[in-house]
């Protein structure tokens, strides 16, 4: 195939695309970037590069077309948007497909042999859908994550804390973040652009406007969004899609610094604002509504994050079909907040159900494929099934080693998963090891003071309660617990989550020496911080409930651990795995108190729950079953 024939494509390409409403420019010359074409819509431009003729695919290809997106944007405003698409009728390998996902860079198959014209048609659909994915996404803060929570949460109880500590796996749409050094020239750049603009356009144009957002995005400042988002609505009003890409900018900021109930009214407000401008079923409502839902989800408030979620895919499934990335983003998000409720069945289903799709919409080695199979065999572990998890997850570190390397975080993340899987099957050998080594990576990787370094470390005084060195435990959190105080403050979410985890260890040592005190401080922070129905202040309640007991105080003791279990099955159901924990809590504390009839009652209640979700052989169900024939001995 020759060069002639890469022409007369490209020229039928102009023609096609042209039509839709794009603007072309075939071969442009833009100092040395020489692209084959470039195509833009809406302030969203595509470079096009043609391979036909090669035999296989060549990973230079796509760092090439990598470099001259980054370049090619540069020149552009910030605020607009770039992407790359390799045309190629070569055999590209399936791992070269994982490792472009890394790049703002598509690869479309192309093959002569079915006509042109097909695969112009084809070509066409992939650019509008990348269109319609920039401005539905790029303006407006991703937070599609997949997996549970990767600093884990404390359930208090008598047998080990089990999979807590899996670690999220997931993949957002691209946020914009850069790294230092890149972060440094585009904040210099941008100010520079900002200064230049405003003597010319004002102050108090759209473009002066959204270039100030963008400079807040990179400071991550909240004063800035805000100033900005103040000046926006008095000059271009509160319809200006502006107005709404930096009020969901503000609140995703918000969200990252825990301040949660205000992230959650602005995700609210946008929400309805992207409904009245776009329409329910626009790229931009759905994503809006989804991050609502996130935002209920963070809350605690999981019941109307399903119904949100449901609603999404259900409309994504309409308008996209089955087969499509968002429905697959759609569907783990779904599953994962149902993992939350205690439907671990139902949540198994639906990521099974992403899983197929998945592969057959990215490939098997597609970083989105992997974060869906991590999260089916969280699940897998969270249902008791630990042998399908722990085959699940070492497939997954296998792919993970092979096609990001051993340093990427994802790795790290499928090795953490892997470790407490293995610590969840009572195989502490292996798991304490694998966990170290977590976070010795982490901190040779990110270092000390990382968010993720923290949650290894977070991890491994976890997997020592689990293991039973409760000093080293203890001395672990309480670093924890110190260091996100200082690098987060006293109320941020993460730092309250430690406060749990340590007075989880502390009640684990049956050390009398930390007064109630310390767990009613706790309790009133979460409650001021998360409100009274979140998972996290229903664990510091359980906590104090515990530390009652070890003081002996059984009434008040009983009056909280009670509050405790009836709030958690009216927001999560009774087959929940924490409103069992409640169950066997309070049981047993009826049991201290002397009221060995009413702790064995609720005892039964646990057991026929836990044969209910995690069967009737797995280590806590067997676990319940004793507890309770001792106290029916007594």
């Not at 390409?13 to 084959?36: A, M």
């Not at 990382?450 to 080293?472: F, K, M, P, V, W």
């Not at 159901?573 to 609720?602: F, N, V």
Request: glycine share 6%; charged share 25%.
């Amino acid at each position: 195939m020759t060069r002639q024939f890469e022409r007369q494509f490209l020229e039928e390409l102009s023609t096609v695309i042209g039509e839709r409403g794009w603007q072309v420019v075939l071969e442009p010359r833009l100092g040395d970037l020489r692209p084959d074409a470039l195509i833009a819509k809406d302030g969203f431009t595509l470079i096009i590069e043609t391979r036909f003729s090669e035999r296989e695919a060549r990973s230079s290809w796509v760092l090439d077309l990598a470099d001259q997106v980054l370049r090619f944007d540069r020149l552009l405003s910030p605020t607009a948007g770039t992407y790359g698409i390799l045309v190629t009728d070569a055999e590209v390998p399936r791992r070269l497909v994982a490792a472009s996902a890394r790049y703002p860079v598509a690869i479309h198959p192309c093959f002569p042999s079915q006509g042109i014209s097909a695969c112009i048609e084809s070509l066409c659909d992939t650019c509008e859908s990348l269109s319609r994915r920039h401005h539905g996404v790029s303006t407006v803060e991703q937070t599609e994550l997949f997996g549970d929570s990767n600093i884990s949460s404390n359930n208090m109880g008598s047998f080990p804390a089990g999979n807590l500590s899996i670690a999220a796996s997931g993949f957002s749409y691209q946020s914009g973040d850069v790294g230092t050094g890149s972060r440094i020239r585009s904040e210099n750049e941008i100010t520079l652009q900002i200064q230049k603009l405003t003597e010319v356009l004002g102050s108090h144009h759209p473009t002066v406007l959204s270039l100030r957002s963008e400079l807040a995005r990179i400071r991550k400042s909240e004063e800035m969004y805000r100033e900005v988002l103040h000046d926006q609505l008095s000059f271009l009003g509160p319809e200006s899609p502006d107005v709404l890409d930096t009020t969901t900018a503000l609140a995703a900021l918000l969200a990252q610094k825990g301040k949660l109930v205000e992230a959650f009214n602005l995700y609210k407000e946008a929400s309805l604002k992207a409904i009245e401008i776009y329409g329910p079923d626009s790229q931009k409502s759905l994503i809006l509504l989804n991050n609502l839902a996130s935002a209920y989800a963070s809350l605690g408030r999981t019941d109307v994050a399903i119904e949100i979620y449901e609603d999404v895919l259900e409309r994504r499934r309409s308008a996209l079909g089955v087969n499509h990335p968002d429905v697959v983003l759609s569907q783990n998000n779904l599953a994962n907040t149902l993992r939350e409720t205690g439907h671990t069945k139902r949540a198994i289903s639906i990521l099974r159900e992403a899983l197929d799709s998945s592969r057959r919409v990215h490939g098997s080695e597609h970083p989105a494929t992997l974060t869906v199979q991590n999260n089916l065999a969280s699940a897998y572990a969270e249902a008791g099934s630990i042998k399908k998890a722990i085959t699940l997850y070492e497939d997954l570190l296998s792919e993970r080693e092979r096609v990001l390397g051993e340093d990427h975080p994802e790795t790290l993340t499928a090795r953490n998963n892997l470790a407490f899987a293995y610590l969840e099957d009572g195989d502490i050998g292996r798991a304490l090891p694998l966990i170290e080594q977590t976070l010795s990576d982490r901190i040779r990787i990110l270092g000390e003071d990382h968010a993720e370094t923290l949650i290894s470390q977070n991890n491994l005084a976890n997997a020592y309660l689990a293991a039973g060195r409760i000093d080293s435990a203890i001395a672990l959190h309480e670093k924890v617990f110190e260091d996100r105080a200082r690098l987060f403050g006293p109320k941020h979410p993460v730092t309250l989550n430690s406060r749990n985890n340590l007075g989880h260890a502390y009640l684990m040592s049956g050390s009398p020496d930390h007064p109630t005190e310390l767990y009613r401080e706790t309790l009133e922070l979460c409650r001021e911080v998360l409100g009274p129905d979140h998972p996290d202040t229903l664990t510091a309640q359980g906590n104090l409930g515990l530390a009652l007991v070890v003081e002996g105080d059984f009434v008040q003791a009983i009056i909280i651990l009670r509050d405790t279990l009836e709030r958690r099955e009216s927001l999560m159901g009774p087959s929940h795995p924490d409103a069992i924990q409640s169950q066997i809590d309070l049981a047993l504390t009826y049991a201290q108190s002397g009221d060995y009839q009413e702790g064995a009652r609720l005892l039964g209640l646990a057991e026929e729950s836990s044969i209910r979700v995690f069967g009737l052989d797995h280590a806590k169900t067997e676990w319940v079953r004793q507890a309770r024939e001792r106290l029916l001995r007594m």
